[in-house]
């Protein structure tokens, strides 16, 4: 019987230990929204809003441009077009989406890469917002 409990409390920290991991960050460069706005002051930094044309345009950060991970193939001609020695701050509306991006970024040689944690929903400060006509 005590060897039975042994086995359901190794296989209940097993589950709890993998669920913890699976919802930890796996890229290591998730950054607060203040970081974000702070990095986004500097010259050799571009701000990328990964999120679809639809999102951005009914709102974006400050000079953000709009590379659509979910339209992989455009999305990898892209950023085949960037300097990879440049800062990229990428953001989409959880933080899901930036992550993905920020991964296939990584292996495309892009080494000075975050995102914003939470996304730009997280987002407190400006929002530029499309012009109404």
Known sequence: MQKRHIKIFLLLAFVVN??????????????????????????????????TPEEYKEGHLKNAINYNVLDSLAFEKQIATLPPNKKYLLYCRG????????????QKG????????????????????????
């Open 18 to 51: 993998a669920g913890i991991l699976c919802a930890q960050d796996t890229t290591g460069k998730a950054i607060s929204e203040i970081e974000f706005a702070k990095m986004m002051q500097k010259k050799k930094t571009v701000v990328l809003d990964v999120r």
């Open 95 to 106: 933080g899901v989406r930036s992550g993905k991006a920020l991964v296939i970024m990584q």
């Open 110 to 133: 892009f080494k000075h890469l975050y995102h914003l944690s939470g996304g730009i929903s997280a987002w407190t400060g400006d929002i530029e917002k499309p012009k109404v006509q």
